[in-house]
């Protein structure tokens, strides 16, 4: 089992930057895909980033703004945003995948899921 849980939401004007952690306990993490993806009101969840060992991946809409990265030896994920949009308002969820192999866009091949941080970015 792996228990997850997310913070560092909040309310930012646009342009701003916010970092999400999600810190993990039960089961060493390095291993896993460990991603980001989030739910706006009205909409169907959506991935917005993955790290898989010492590679990462981007939603398009996320590219050169957000950066994921994690710690080990804190077994904690991160999420660093910067140029914030009012259409990046979500809530946002960290997922860990203990698959073997895993399409690390797709929300269903995710095992483990946060509670969720509420992002709300102001025009």
């Known amino acids: 089992q792996v228990q997850l849980v997310e913070a560092g939401g909040g309310l930012v004007q646009a342009g701003g930057s916010l970092r999400l952690s999600c810190a993990a306990a039960g089961r060493t993490c390095s291993k896993y895909a460990m991603g980001w993806f989030r739910q706006a009101p009205g909409k169907e969840r959506e991935f917005v980033a993955t790290?898989?060992?010492?590679?990462?991946y981007y939603a398009g809409s996320v590219k050169g703004r957000f950066t994921i990265s994690g710690d080990n030896a804190k077994n904690t994920l991160y999420l660093q945003m910067n140029r914030l949009q009012p259409e990046d308002t979500a809530v946002y969820y960290c997922?860990?995948?203990?698959?073997?192999?895993?399409?690390?866009?797709?929300?269903?091949?995710?095992?483990?899921w946060g509670q969720g941080t509420q992002l709300t970015v102001s025009s």
């Open positions: 790290i898989i060992g010492g590679s990462t």
């Open positions: 997922a860990a995948s203990t698959r073997a192999r895993v399409s690390y866009y797709r929300g269903s091949d995710y095992d483990y």
